[in-house]
T-cell receptor, first 116, second 114 residues
Framework: GAVVSQHPSWVICKSGTSVKIECRSL??????MFWYRQFPKQSLMLMAT?????????EQGVEKDKFLINHASLTLSTLTVTSAHPEDSSFYIC????????????FGPGTRLLVL | KNQVEQSPQSLIILEGKNCTLQ??????????LRWYKQDTGRGPVSLTI?????NTKSNGRYTATLDADTKQSSLHITASQLSDSASYIC?????????????FGAGTQVVVTP
């Protein structure tokens, strides 16, 4: 149990376009979902925390207008990278917890974004 | 400054040998400490989780230890296999009064060679 999926697994887009990444909890209801970004040979960096039905809480330095997060249901959260630029190329990983931030986070497989 | 420091940054070991990875943290108070295995291009997968009262936790050939007094943890891999090649990440959960925000180490890149 506790499987988290992401779609797409990788995406290549042109600079200036927007990209949406989906994160789904397949066999449990995720009260809280998290979005991370990971650059090569670096650790995961938390971008934002989202609770179902409410606005996401963004970490310092993360532009909320550029990285739009929607957590419309207990099994789905989306991250939209608006007007993507090459510096947004990264590995985006979501995680989900069953009953609040202090519960174990289950990570998705990640989405590789390459902006040309 | 990162509150979770891992060493070594990378290591190469021969198949069948043992190795030990280190994690030092300054997160205080903390709720629990976890070790994750992350294959290249994949999301992290949990190996072990320990609360402050636990000293050791095993998962197959992986054994984690925790010394909450010195704020040190280690992950020991026994009889390494080629499939153990991955990045191993130490993650400390803040707590108990916080929202349990996770503090990630930078990881140790392990390469197992035949």
């Amino acid at each position: 149990g506790a499987v988290v999926s992401q779609h797409p697994s990788w995406v290549i887009c042109k600079s200036g376009t927007s990209v949406k990444i989906e994160c789904r909890s397949l066999d449990f209801q995720a009260t809280t979902m998290f979005w991370y970004r990971q650059f090569p040979k670096q650790s995961l960096m938390l971008m934002a925390t989202s609770n179902e039905g409410s606005k996401a809480t963004y970490e310092q330095g993360v532009e909320k207008d550029k990285f739009l997060i929607n957590h419309a249901s207990l099994t789905l959260s989306t991250l939209t990278v608006t007007s993507a630029h090459p510096e947004d190329s990264s590995f985006y990983i979501c995680s989900a917890s069953k009953a609040g931030p202090r519960e174990t986070q289950y990570f998705g497989p990640g989405t590789r974004l390459l902006v040309l | 400054k990162n509150q979770v420091e891992q060493s070594p940054q990378s290591l190469i070991i021969l198949e069948g040998k043992n190795c030990t990875l280190q994690c030092n943290y300054t997160v205080s108070p903390f709720s629990n400490l976890r070790w994750y295995k992350q294959d290249t291009g994949r999301g992290p997968v949990s190996l072990t989780i320990m609360t402050f009262s636990e000293n050791t936790k095993s998962n197959g050939r992986y054994t984690a230890t925790l010394d909450a007094d010195t704020k040190q943890s280690s992950l020991h891999i026994t009889a390494s296999q080629l499939s153990d090649s991955a990045s191993y990440i130490c993650v400390v959960s803040e707590g108990p009064d916080s929202w349990g925000k996770l503090q990630f180490g930078a990881g140790t890149q392990v390469v197992v060679t035949p």
